[in-house]
């Protein structure tokens, strides 16, 4: 038994390959692996995923059992609640977003929930995925107001119990958004608003939200692939086209990761993307970390030169020569405030500006953490250049920087921001003739 799952897991890391390296697969089945099991993710999942990607749905969960991950589920049933709402004659009415359920609305949201749930835990049990139905016990709640909202829950508590002999038994738990008081009595709780519950009594790595666009938008309907809020929150809810749910959608991200350790992540994607965007540092839609500040200086003794060493080696997985804080003038210095990631600047060439290291932990790789760094570096820098060797892992990243790139026997050339001609061959040579300051 223990050589078949072990098979299967080789077998699925090789499939994975396709979308990535092996040693990012590894490293984040690895990182996964070592969590305590309801530490993993929670899985929020709208009612239109329901009705219009089950299978896809299904399959990636079942794919995440089968590599030994056991997420937490938990759903909505927004539009089949309107769809069986408006056929028993109940016109929708919601307050302040939330909706408003009377006595006779809320015997059909417990069956639409029941219906749902169940569907889910039948689709995945047909796919030999092991998964349980949790339609209560989770949720201690109190009436909201029921002079407004009608039989609508406030979260009071959440009970852990159910979705951890789920978890015991390695099946997925299929949570739906119903609470109870202490009477007995079922009411509807906003599946957002118990998601958000579920997630700060669990505190788990990961928040996945899928959706059918598949992660945010920016204003060219484009996939914002990171966020890191600490840098970037500011400039996003500046921007003319974050607005409406969007702006509360990252107001809500946002507030939820605040209480949330700082490892822990939000993955906006679509369910055929999930595993991508688990297990690959590109990703697949948008993921959003509290992150830490980026912070830039100007000298070597306004940083940690033995933590920016460290960083530096264990990014390259090679030594410094030993001078190369001597050898090496900064002009400019960008460290994570963590020493997660740097960027060392230098002035070559006359006045052009030079990316000497760029240097990220594995650990942080796939943060988004590297980008927030490069986002503040840019913004300071309109003209650069640097090089990289050929086979680099980032080199696919900064081919999408570039303005252009140039190769050479040993190197890869990149600039941008820089238009003549004799310019870009002065970077050039200047690459070719530079020595190099990690020991192979």
Not at 128 to 144: E, H, K, Q
Not at 179 to 191: P, S
Not at 356 to 364: G, N, Q, R
Not at 412 to 417: A, D, E, H, I, R
Request: hydrophobic share 40%; glycine share 8%.
């Amino acid at each position: 038994m223990i050589d078949a799952h072990k098979n299967l897991r080789q077998t699925i890391v090789r499939l994975l390959s396709s979308m990535a390296s092996a040693r990012e697969i590894q490293q984040y089945l690895k990182r996964f692996s070592e969590l305590d099991a309801k530490r993993f993710a929670v899985v929020k999942v709208g009612g239109a995923i329901l009705r219009d990607e089950l299978p896809e749905l299904a399959s990636s969960l079942g794919f995440l059992q089968q590599v030994g991950l056991t997420p937490i589920v938990i759903h909505g049933a927004g539009p089949q609640l309107d769809e069986q709402l408006a056929e028993a004659g109940i016109e929708k009415q919601t307050v302040d977003g939330l909706r408003v359920t009377s006595p006779r609305a809320l015997g059909i949201v417990r069956r639409v929930f029941q219906q749902q749930n169940l569907r889910l835990v039948e689709a995945l049990q047909a796919m030999d995925t092991r998964a349980t139905s949790v339609l209560s016990g989770v949720f201690s709640a109190a009436y909201l107001d029921r002079a407004t909202w009608g039989m609508v829950g406030r979260v009071e508590r959440v009970d852990l119990s159910p979705i951890e002999a789920s978890l015991r038994a390695q099946s997925i738990p299929v949570v739906a958004s119903l609470g109870e008081t202490e009477e007995g009595q079922i009411l509807n709780v906003n599946a957002d608003i118990a998601a958000s519950e579920l997630v700060r009594a669990l505190q788990p790595y990961k928040i996945i939200f899928l959706t059918g666009t598949g992660g945010l938008l920016d204003g060219e309907g484009q996939i914002i692939d990171s966020i890191n809020l600490s840098t970037d929150y500011r400039r996003l809810m500046d921007q003319p086209w974050v607005s409406g749910g969007m702006r509360l959608k990252i107001q809500q991200i946002a507030d939820l990761l605040e209480a949330l350790p700082l490892t822990s992540s939000v993955s906006i994607t679509r369910p055929a993307e999930l595993a991508k965007e688990l297990f690959t540092h590109k990703g697949s839609g948008t993921l959003v970390r509290r992150g830490e500040k980026v912070l830039a200086y100007d000298r070597w003794s306004d940083v940690d030169t033995h933590r920016l060493r460290a960083l530096i080696e264990s990014s390259f997985g090679r030594s410094l020569v030993p001078d190369y804080f001597e050898r090496t003038h900064p002009c400019r210095l960008y460290v994570s405030e963590n020493y997660r990631a740097a960027m060392i600047l230098t002035r070559e060439e006359g006045r052009l500006t030079y990316l000497d290291k760029f240097a990220v932990l594995d650990e942080a790789q796939g943060e988004g953490l590297g980008r927030a760094v490069w986002q503040v570096m840019r913004a300071e820098n309109p003209r650069l250049f640097w090089r990289s060797r050929h086979g680099n892992a980032i080199n696919p990243f900064y081919d999408a920087e570039a303005d252009g790139s140039w190769k050479q026997a040993r190197w890869k050339v990149y600039w941008y921001g820089i238009d003549e001609m004799a310019t870009v061959e002065r970077c050039v040579d200047h690459c070719a003739r530079r020595p190099a300051t990690l020991v192979d």
